[in-house]
């Protein structure tokens, strides 16, 4: 049990046993022991417990009486029938501690440990410092507690305290007697931690409470709010690690924020103040007799939270009055304004009384029924008081023989008959005041009639009689009970008192079953104050808000905007979002930034461009969370299509390149799907589509490729092409909206209907051109018309579509000349770009105006092959972008047929110009990522296969090694190997080596026995046939090829293959006579050995093939390259160590040797790696550091 103030929270004097049984009330709080305030045991246990009216004797001496529960037979294991019963250790050990034998206490505790039999009695007790810190002058008398130091903080039962000890203080707001669990914030009050107060008397409870024996248990909030002082303590005095252990064993709490103790008040001082403060709240105890009949100030005085209420920056005892004197004075003001609305409350019932009293000509007395009233000199009256406290005079007399407190009151709020209250009411107000009350306008309330009592009974006495009914109008609930409300004002006034003290108690779970409670009262409630608590409690209702809940919230507020209007929602909802901008759990803020974008349309559009744009900028910027972040985004986009300031265009412009700059991609996405498109329609609005933002893009994209030459920043390229791309439905929306036939286009009979497949799917729904021009049906009359503009009108006096044909492509084309081919991440984001503008833009548009564009500049044609060697334009990504991005738009049998002419006639003039193959390939490898178009594909290389060129068959044979990889099994049996084989025996031998490549990544990946073998055949004839024995090109392209290769290629096909024919190779490059030939093929046999040293090589292979080319390697390289020989002699060296372990010792698997090997070689690699770094010591640490 805790003990008060601090002290001891265990009572040495019960057992464990004893402490979970439940306290039984006595009469008065007194023990069954001799002593005042002794501690109260269990009837079941009476053996273990001393009778402390004779010191020196032992407990349990006597013998334990059949009934007893706990008697010495049972501990002593059976005794005699003469003998006494064996007294219980337990007993023994409590004897000790209560005489204050604590050095024997201690020996018989060590003696037990040793022994194995550990009493939890001294256990508890001597690992509680608190009952060691004795007091000066306080000598251990028999039975007293107070040696025992802090176990014993109080007098109880009129013990006067002793020296040093501290009284419970008597504010109620002091951390020791302030109810933590009805201000919980979990909502999870549990039954163990209520006192049911109404089931036991006042004074038995007062008992209760300041007996040290029987203190409650520490409840979860007090604990929680001293660990929080304590660890306030640790880090303020420097105990660093104590703190971090003591946060470390508390980790369900935070111990940076006071709110998440879970308390409604504000943050106590800390514990050295509440230590110096002690001796500030030492209060006598004394009988009173308490006669309430209002408020005083000395009564307020005595009731301020002192400990509460102190700063903790000042410890003057001027600085402390000062505060005291604050605190009392709002408390003042607090009372008087409830009291206030509560007065003109009653007035106003009292009005409407009185008049229908008058109009309906009834006398007082006989609508009420009661007898004449003595003079009020005699009786007293009741008034009520607009703080919800009733007058009422009542005694209080303890009883010393049982303890409890008996009310002999004449309670008129609480016994008084509602017909006798109310006459007596109407003769309380002075007979001016009821002259102009009876002057108002009459009452539509009907009177309440009552059946008069046939008694002869005094006023005084049915008072009497009443006051013995169980009604408690002295508290603020039964304050709120006792009051009816009866008009509407009256209700929100209820409710804007009840509803603080409701909602801390309701679980978190069901909350938002209050919502529209709040949300009622807030709206309809009189005074500014109580609204502004409500909506705080509102925003604050739940600790994490999930999305449902979140949702329910925010469907409140815009119903409440609805409501009140904007200027309300201006002056009271938005300071809610604004002091939870930074708050500590992202759902709250999450919460801030989706009410920003719910609550524009019902905002002052001042404040929309102004306040609540610059609170989502804020957020934008400096919030770290990614669904805070995205939530803003679509407020921003929001607030966009509601804002009309065109000052804040740039400003929106700047929120939005941060926007599709931010690393998290729900941030872009969320940009791409509602910020970007409500932007571009302000945009189009303002005129700035055409002439600002999309120009502004491009030039932004420009000057990153200038800027790129040797490093273009790729992922910013892709942000402003990406933009660009979500764009263009707001243009073409734009062309449709300005068009000549616009004015004619009316929804007249029958509306033609838009194939599914004539826009690419939309993003999102604002990115629809329907949704963007108002209607499926307007769009499909606007592209009929736009369709027969195109093909049989022109475009004559269409500004908007002249400004795409005339300055949109040819920038476009422009920028994709100045693409470096080789990135084939640029290549495919402009090529998806195109596509997206072909297809929004529609077939015809592509044929007319972007293909004869296009084409214009290719210019393909046998007679322009020198010319388009010469400008090179051939050779940039203008091809594989044109390929992938505009003929691939449509899928007609002429626009396939279209794109397989323009793949040959740049394979064709490539060839023939001996210009690099970068573009074709990048056609390749875009087009060959969709299987639809790998049959289109293998056409274009047959075509080449059988072309009359040599130059041209040397290409297609190229072009095989990159389609190989994405075509399915089959038909590389069925169409690419026959090429390869028919070009294998090409008359040409440069065309035989370039089938190389292709064979050799048809070995890495498929897995299909013949094929495989088909191609095993065809390489070994390059390698054995006598005629290729001097093609020191061919030799050098499947030396490349093995490397590239052969770890990813079959195992057998390695082992019985690929390392056999590298020895051959290394063995005949031993006799070559040409230092320079010798050196190449050296090179690349040492880069296919390194290559194939990380894989598995059996011992055999080791011995016999895969060592003697190493040694053969290394004969070359003493000659030729010394520094390539150092790492070879490594490498043999390590492979020869290894061997010569697999001989002497057992085999260890067949894994032994390759791995260790691998093991080696990788560690070798890695440290001449690390060697070669020039780098710091910082730069080195980030190699480690896992890529984002």
């Not at 002075?430 to 005094?458: G, I, M, Y």
């Not at 669904?627 to 985004?633: G, P, T």
Request: proline share 6%; aromatic share 6%; hydrophobic share 40%.
């Amino acid at each position: 049990m805790a003990a008060a103030g601090g002290g001891s929270s265990v009572n040495p004097f019960l057992s464990d046993s004893e402490e979970d049984e439940p306290e039984e009330s006595r009469p008065g709080g007194s023990s069954s022991s001799n002593e005042p305030g002794g501690p109260v045991y269990p009837r079941q246990q009476q053996e273990a417990v001393v009778a402390e009216g004779s010191p020196d004797e032992l407990p349990g001496l006597r013998a334990a009486a059949p009934g007893d529960a706990g008697g010495g037979a049972g501990a002593g294991g059976g005794t005699c029938a003469g003998e006494p019963a064996r007294v219980p250790m337990d007993a023994i050990a409590a004897q000790l501690l209560r005489d204050q034998f604590l050095l024997t206490a201690l020996e018989l505790h060590t003696e037990l440990l040793e022994s194995g039999r550990e009493l939890p009695r001294l256990r508890d007790f001597f690992s509680n410092p608190g009952n060691f810190e004795r007091q000066s002058g306080t000598p251990p008398a028999g039975g007293a507690l107070s040696g025992l130091g802090g176990s014993v903080l109080g007098g109880a039962g009129g013990r006067e305290p002793g020296t040093g000890q501290l009284n419970r203080a008597g504010s109620i707001s002091t951390l020791d007697s302030l109810d933590f669990a009805r201000y919980s914030d979990d909502g999870n009050r549990e039954t163990d931690e209520r006192v049911a107060e109404n089931e036991v008397p006042l004074q038995e409870r007062k008992n209760y409470k300041s007996s040290p024996e029987i203190q409650e248990p520490i409840r979860p909030l007090e604990k929680r709010a001293l660990n929080f002082l304590v660890n306030e303590f640790l880090l303020k005095n420097s105990y660093k690690l104590t703190s971090i252990t003591f946060s470390d064993e508390n980790h369900d709490q935070d111990f940076e924020l006071w709110d998440d103790v879970g308390l409604n008040i504000p943050k106590p001082p800390d514990l050295l103040q509440l230590y110096r403060d002690f001796g500030n709240h030492h209060i006598t105890a004394k009988d009173v007799v308490d006669v309430s009949v209002g408020v005083d100030d000395d009564e307020l005085e005595a009731a301020t939270p002192v400990l509460g209420s102190i700063p903790v920056f000042e410890t003057t005892p001027q600085s402390i009055e000062q505060c005291l004197i604050v605190q009392k004075l709002e408390d003042q003001i607090s009372v008087l304004n409830s009291e206030k609305w509560s007065l003109m409350e009653q007035i106003q019932r009292l009005e409407s009384e009185i008049d229908f009293l008058k109009n309906e000509n009834y006398a007082v007395s006989t609508v009420y029924g009661v007898a004449p009233h003595p003079p009020l000199k005699q009786v007293p009256l009741t008034v009520s008081e607009g703080n919800g406290r009733y007058l009422d005079i009542r005694s209080s007399e303890n009883d010393s023989t049982h303890g409890n407190t008996e009310d002999t009151s004449l309670s008129l709020s609480a016994a008084v008959d509602s017909r006798t209250s109310k006459d007596e009411t109407l003769n309380s107000v002075p007979c001016k005041e009821t002259e102009k009350l009876s002057s108002c306008a009459s009452s539509t309330k009907a009177a309440v009639h009552f059946d008069k009592p046939n008694r002869k009974l005094s006023p005084t006495f049915h008072q009497a009689l009443l006051s013995f009914c169980r009604m408690s109008a002295d508290s603020r609930l039964g304050s709120e009970v006792s009051r009816i409300a009866d008009s509407e004002k009256s209700v929100m006034l209820m409710l804007g008192r009840c509803l603080p003290h409701i909602v801390p108690n309701v679980l978190l779970a069901k909350r938002e079953e209050l919502i529209p409670l709040i949300l009622c009262t807030a709206c309809l409630h009189p005074e500014p104050k109580e609204r502004d608590q409500l909506l705080h409690i509102l925003f604050n209702l739940i600790k994490r808000p999930d999305d449902e809940q979140r949702q329910m919230i925010l469907t409140g507020c815009v119903a409440f905007a609805r409501h009140v209007g904007p200027t309300r929602v201006e002056a009271e909802l938005l300071p809610q979002c604004w002091e939870q901008i930074n708050h500590k759990y992202p759902e709250r803020r999450l919460l801030v930034a989706e009410s920003c974008g719910a609550l524009a349309p019902y905002l002052p559009k001042e404040i929309r461009s102004s306040l609540v744009l610059s609170m989502l900028q804020q957020m934008l910027m400096e919030d770290k969370a990614d669904l805070v972040r995205e939530a803003v985004i679509k407020s921003l986009g929001i607030i966009m299509g509601y804002i009309d300031d065109p000052d804040k265009y740039q400003q929106g412009f700047e929120l939005l390149l941060s926007a599709l700059g931010d690393p998290s991609e729900r941030v872009v996405s969320a940009t791409h799907q509602v910020f970007l498109p409500a932007y571009a329609a302000w945009t189009t609005e303002l005129g700035n589509l055409q002439f600002h933002l999309i120009p502004t893009l491009l030039n932004k994209i420009e000057k990153l490729l200038r800027e790129g030459e040797h490093g273009l920043d790729e992922h910013k390229l892709h942000m402003y092409l990406s933009a660009l791309q979500s764009l263009i439905p707001s243009l073409f929306a734009l062309v449709l909206q300005n068009a000549p036939f616009t004015s004619k286009a009316k929804l007249q009979g029958e509306v033609p209907q838009i194939e599914v497949t004539r826009f690419p799917r939309p993003v999102s729904p604002l990115q629809d051109v329907a949704i963007i021009i108002g209607s499926r049906e307007q769009l499909a009359v606007l592209l009929q018309l736009y369709d027969y503009q195109l093909e049989h009108e022109g475009t004559t006096g269409w500004e908007t579509l002249l400004w795409v044909v005339n300055q949109l492509l040819p920038q476009l084309i422009e920028i994709v000349g100045k693409i470096n081919v080789a990135s084939t991440a640029c290549v495919h984001e402009f090529s998806r770009f195109f596509w997206r503008l072909c297809r929004t833009f529609g077939k015809i548009f592509t044929n007319t105006k972007v293909k004869p564009q296009f084409q214009e500049i290719l210019r393909l044609s046998e007679e322009n092959i020198d010319s388009a060697a010469d400008n090179g334009v051939l050779t940039k990504a203008t091809v594989p972008i044109y390929a992938t991005g505009v003929l691939t738009c449509y899928i007609q049998e002429e626009d396939r047929k279209l794109l397989v002419g323009f793949l040959e006639d740049v394979m064709t003039m490539l060839s023939l110009s001996h210009a690099p193959l970068d573009s074709l390939k990048a056609s390749f490898v875009e087009l060959g990522a969709n299987p639809a178009y790998h049959e289109l594909l293998l056409t274009v290389l047959w075509y080449g296969v059988v072309h009359t060129s040599a130059l041209v068959r040397c290409t297609a044979a190229r072009m095989f090694e990159l389609l190989v990889k994405g075509v399915h099994e089959t038909l590389v049996a069925q169409r690419v190997v026959p090429a390869l084989i028919t070009l294998s025996s090409d008359p040409e031998i440069s065309v035989r080596i370039s089938t190389i490549p292709a064979f050799g990544t048809i070995m890495e990946t498929v897995t299909q026995r013949e094929l495989l073998e088909r191609v095993k055949m065809q390489l070994a004839s390059f390698l054995e046939d006598p005629q290729y024995q001097d093609q020191h090109s061919l030799h050098t392209e499947i030396i490349k090829t093995f490397g590239r290769v052969g770890p990813n290629a079959e195992p057998r096909f390695r082992d019985e293959f690929v390392i056999p024919h590298l020895l051959k190779l290394a063995l005949v490059n031993n006799q070559q006579s040409v230092d320079s030939k010798r050196l190449d093929i050296a090179t690349h046999l040492f880069e296919a050995y390194s290559a194939l040293s990380c894989c598995f090589i059996s011992e055999d292979l080791m011995v016999n093939h895969f060592l003697p080319g190493l040694k053969c390697l290394r004969t070359d390289m003493e000659h030729l390259s010394p520094e390539h020989e150092v790492i070879l002699s490594s490498m043999i060296k390590e492979c020869e160590q290894k061997v010569e372990n697999r001989t002497v010792q057992e085999p260890q698997g067949s894994m032994s040797i390759a791995a260790s090997l691998v093991s080696e070689d990788t560690k070798t690699k890695f440290l001449n790696k690390m060697g070669q770094l020039t780098t710091s010591g910082a730069m080195l640490a980030n190699v480690f550091q896992r890529k984002k």
